[in-house]
């Protein structure tokens, strides 16, 4: 069997869920990624949408304070993708969608 290598982040996301009961590759709820990674970007694939085109839940592949960090990770990883910031978004700052 080989042995799987992650970098610095992999290792801190997979001690973070593991302390918790988590599984890498296991699918959380929004709620979830919330209360781990705290004013964070979050890089999720195979995302659960809502109807409304919320994103519900998903599994966690990236996350970082940096928003440029995360975006830069996108092409790491194939299929659906979806980012979310788990902050509070400042008034004055424009999102689009």
Do not use: Q, Y
């Amino acid at each position: 069997m080989a042995a799987i290598k992650f970098n610095s982040n992999e290792k801190d996301i997979a001690l973070k869920l593991f302390l918790r009961g988590f599984k890498m590759g296991e699918k959380l709820s929004i709620k979830k990624i919330h209360e781990i990674h705290r004013d964070e970007w979050v890089l999720l694939v195979n995302p659960d949408i809502s109807p409304e085109t919320k994103v519900d839940g998903g599994e966690v592949v990236f996350h970082s304070k940096d928003r440029g960090e995360v975006h830069r990770r996108l092409s790491d990883f194939k299929g659906d993708k979806a980012i979310v910031f788990t902050g509070k978004i400042p008034e004055d700052v424009g999102v689009l969608l």
